[in-house]
């Protein structure tokens, strides 16, 4: 099982920036991908950025270009640098980790609890 924790989140005006942490612990087999998705009020949840295990990343369009993704396999926390924010950017930003509790098993995916970003015009 894996435990995460986001944190990072808050208000900031237009043109600033945040950056969120995710803090992954307990234990797994295998890891593959992290991510981050978000879902603002009355909208669907969507995948904003993922790393792979290879280090391949992906950014959804409209944070291309603003938002990096990084993680730090030694303290085990994965990061999400969001600069340039618009208020288009107002959700809550949950952090992903996906695991296999044994050899052979499917793939699923731990969420943390989300974190508020709120980005004012």
């Known amino acids: 099982q894996l435990q995460l924790v986001e944190s990072g989140g808050g208000s900031v005006q237009a043109g600033g920036s945040l950056k969120l942490t995710c803090a992954v612990s307990?234990?797994?087999?295998?890891?593959?991908?992290m991510y981050w998705h978000r879902q603002a009020p009355g909208k669907k949840r969507e995948l904003v950025s993922s790393?792979?295990?290879?280090?391949?990343?992906y950014y959804t369009d409209s944070v291309k270009g603003r938002f990096t993704i990084s993680q730090d396999n030694a303290k085990n926390t994965l990061s999400l640098q969001m600069n340039n924010l618009k208020p288009e950017d107002t959700a809550v930003y949950f952090c992903g980790a996906c695991g296999k509790i044994r050899f052979g098993a499917s793939p699923f995916i731990y969420w943390g609890q989300g974190t508020q970003v709120t980005v004012s015009s």
């Open positions: 307990g234990d797994i087999f295998s890891r593959c991908g």
């Open positions: 790393i792979n295990s290879d280090g391949t990343t």
